[in-house]
T-cell receptor
Framework: NAGVMQNPRHLVRRRGQEARLRCSPM?????VYWYRQLPEEGLKFMVY????????ESGMPKERFSAEFPKEGPSILRIQQVVRGDSAAYFC????????????????FGPGTRLTVL | QKEVEQNSGPLSVPEGAIASLNCTYS??????FFWYRQYSGKSPELIMF????GDKEDGRFTAQLNKASQYVSLLIRDSQPSDSATYLC??????????FGTGTSLTVIP
């Protein structure tokens, strides 16, 4: 059973370009979470999605950032017109449906995408 | 007020000692509590979860939960240099969202 997959692992963009980060959750997981982590800082929640639905995007900047989790394919975090301050590690995590059993609701993290904006 | 608070450390303990990591949370309706370990440059990995008051033991790790005090802790017995990492406390809120603390940096000195 493959874990959470993220690609690319490293992404370099120039200011003003677009960054697309992909996340494939673990098999059987229908919940996806995106986090941003700056050097020496904790994980900052960005968005929580289920298939075809954004459940909570309270942590996502209102401009330039968007996320989706289509019926087919991976979840995508899109950053338009990147700026240097967007340089960070972006982690995706997935978890199974909460209703199955409370002990099955932990999150499993992907390896992350390290975005560098020049 | 932050949802989850941790002492950022750094915390240093000698090899073989007990490391104690603490966490408090603000949402009284939270049901599940997690400890993750993150090595530098790596992604967080789950160590333990707990959802009932009291202690839960797994090998050298013991998680403790006190819902009345809104307090979670992680004890690491017989600390090893390989335990040196940042430990993240996470709480699953009533809205199914996860809140993470900023992490406590632990160094185990050989």
């Amino acid at each position: 059973n493959a874990g959470v997959m993220q690609n690319p692992r490293h992404l370099v963009r120039r200011r003003g370009q677009e960054a697309r980060l992909r996340c494939s959750p673990m098999k059987g997981h229908s919940h996806v979470y995106w986090y941003r982590q700056l050097p020496e800082e904790g994980l900052k929640f960005m968005v929580y999605l289920q298939k075809e639905n954004i459940i909570d995007e309270s942590g996502m900047p209102k401009e330039r950032f968007s996320a989706e989790f289509p019926k087919e394919g991976p979840s995508i975090l899109r950053i338009q017109q990147v700026v240097r301050g967007d340089s960070a590690a972006y982690f995706c995590a997935s978890s199974p449906t909460v209703a199955i059993h409370i002990s099955y609701n932990e999150q499993f993290f992907g390896p992350g995408t390290r975005l560098t904006v020049l | 007020q932050k949802e989850v608070e941790q002492n950022s450390g750094p915390l240093s303990v000698p090899e073989g000692a007990i490391a104690s990591l603490n966490c408090t949370y603000s949402d009284r309706g939270s049901q599940s509590f997690f400890w993750y370990r993150q090595y530098s440059g790596k992604s967080p990995e789950l160590i333990m979860f707990i959802y009932s008051n009291g202690d839960k033991e797994d090998g050298r790790f013991t998680a403790q939960l006190n819902k009345a005090s809104q307090y979670v802790s992680l004890l690491i017995r017989d600390s090893q240099p390989s335990d040196s990492a940042t430990y993240l406390c996470a709480v699953r809120g009533t809205g199914n969202q996860f809140y993470f603390g900023t992490g406590t940096s632990l160094t185990v000195i050989p």
